[in-house]
């Protein structure tokens, strides 16, 4: 993959369960962002941290950033069937003006 | 809710067509940029534009070409489309400032025959 690689590829779970989600990527960030993609639409912005930020909540949503060990995980709390799509991990490489995606996670939550 | 639009949603056509991809953005953003995605897969930066007459090549190799004439408007078009070329284009536009949340269109699926 290019940057990012994400764990799991694919992810089921009950709804009202937590889903977690991992990044890891290769170079030195600026910052890193999630974002959701469901099934045949465009891309949503989640969540931005930056590379001196080690954890940023938003509403069900906690993101951590672990930049000694280059990864980063994506908490969804309380799950529901409308969470279901795919998660993808985003990175800004120190010194480049591009986003580079990881391969996603695949998140079903089953009611 | 994002103000990027792309048309069309889907496109069917034949081989050796020639087909142009729109992108429009209402929110004065400088940066745009044209994702490729298989189904199911990663995405791959194949342009860029920072500004007005302003364009890149992105990480994954593309026969497409764009332009970047007004700032609300980056169109990408293939002169010759072939069946490799089916996947679905994405584009996004970002404030200049710096690396921050990009939007997002819903996307042009592409099918060649």
């Known amino acids: 993959s290019q940057q990012g690689e994400e764990d799991p590829q694919a992810l089921s779970i009950q709804e009202g369960e937590n889903a977690t989600m991992n990044c890891s990527y290769k170079?030195?960030?600026?910052?890193l962002q999630w974002y959701r993609q469901n099934s045949g639409r465009g891309l949503v912005h989640l969540i931005l941290?930056?590379?001196?930020?080690r954890e940023k909540h938003s509403g069900r949503l906690r993101v951590t950033l672990d930049t000694s060990k280059k990864s980063s995980s994506l908490l969804i709390t309380a799950s529901r069937a409308a969470d279901t799509a795919s998660y993808f991990c985003?990175?800004?490489?120190?010194?480049?003006?591009?986003?580079?995606f990881g391969q996603g996670t695949r998140l079903t939550i089953n009611p | 809710e994002a103000d990027i639009y792309q048309t069309p949603r889907y496109l069917v056509i034949g081989t050796g067509k020639k087909i142009t991809l729109e992108c429009s953005q209402t929110?004065?953003?400088?940066?745009m940029y044209w994702y490729q995605q298989d189904p199911g897969m990663e995405l791959h930066l194949i342009h860029y534009?920072?500004?007005?007459?302003?364009?890149e090549k992105g990480d994954l190799s593309s026969e497409s070409t764009v332009s970047r004439i007004r700032t609300e408007h980056f169109p990408l078009t293939l002169e010759s489309a072939r069946p490799s070329h089916t996947s679905q284009y994405l584009c996004?536009?970002?404030?200049?400032?710096?690396?921050?949340?990009?939007?997002f269109g819903e996307g042009s699926r592409l099918t060649v025959l």
């Open positions: 996004a536009s970002g404030a200049s400032q710096n690396t921050g949340e990009l939007f």
């Open positions: 170079t030195s960030i600026n910052n």
């Open positions: 929110m004065g953003h400088d940066k």
């Open positions: 985003a990175t800004v490489i120190q010194g480049a003006q591009k986003l580079v």
């Open positions: 941290i930056r590379s001196n930020e």
């Open positions: 534009s920072y500004g007005v007459n302003s364009t």
